[in-house]
């Protein structure tokens, strides 16, 4: 196995994620999945690969993905947080909503704390996916996309 050092793993994954906020979402997925497997114990880079899936839409593919991550670590923050988002929007309100505030009670102040209290909040305050503008037109953008390629 190759050693690379942990600030070089950084830096691809943030290229990974410079991809994923330009939406080119096949060489963000490249990215994560070479750091997934230059660094095969670390939940990290699967709970971005489970990003790129959440951001297209593929919800059920991105929890596989942060279920993967757990596997890996079963107290990474990261993936309970994102594992608990992707529940909310597939329609799991009751798991996601036990993920996000253990999440938010064992990292009150940290980033991903923060995201989980925000999301609590929207929820409890009557957010639901539905609710998002472009919903609907999302999906039939990703659906019209995966049929071209098929």
Not at 14 to 27: H, S, T
Not at 73 to 83: E, G, R, V, W
């Amino acid at each position: 196995m190759i050693a690379i050092h942990k600030e070089y793993l950084s830096l691809m994954l943030e290229a990974g994620y410079i991809y994923l906020g330009m939406q080119r979402f096949k060489e963000a997925k490249e990215v994560f999945e070479g750091v997934a497997s230059l660094k095969p114990d670390s939940e990290i880079p699967w709970v971005a690969l489970g990003g790129v899936s959440f951001c297209q839409g593929k919800l059920e593919e991105a929890i596989q993905t942060y279920k993967k991550a757990l596997k890996l670590n079963p107290d990474s923050i990261y993936a309970k947080a994102y594992l608990g988002e992707a529940l909310f929007f597939k329609g799991n309100k009751s798991e996601a909503l036990k993920l996000l505030k253990e999440v938010d009670d064992s990292e009150p102040k940290s980033p991903v704390g923060n995201f989980s209290r925000a999301l609590l909040d929207a929820i409890h305050k009557g957010f639901t996916p539905d609710a998002l503008s472009q919903k609907k037109e999302v999906k039939e953008y990703y659906a019209k996309k995966q049929q071209a390629h098929a």
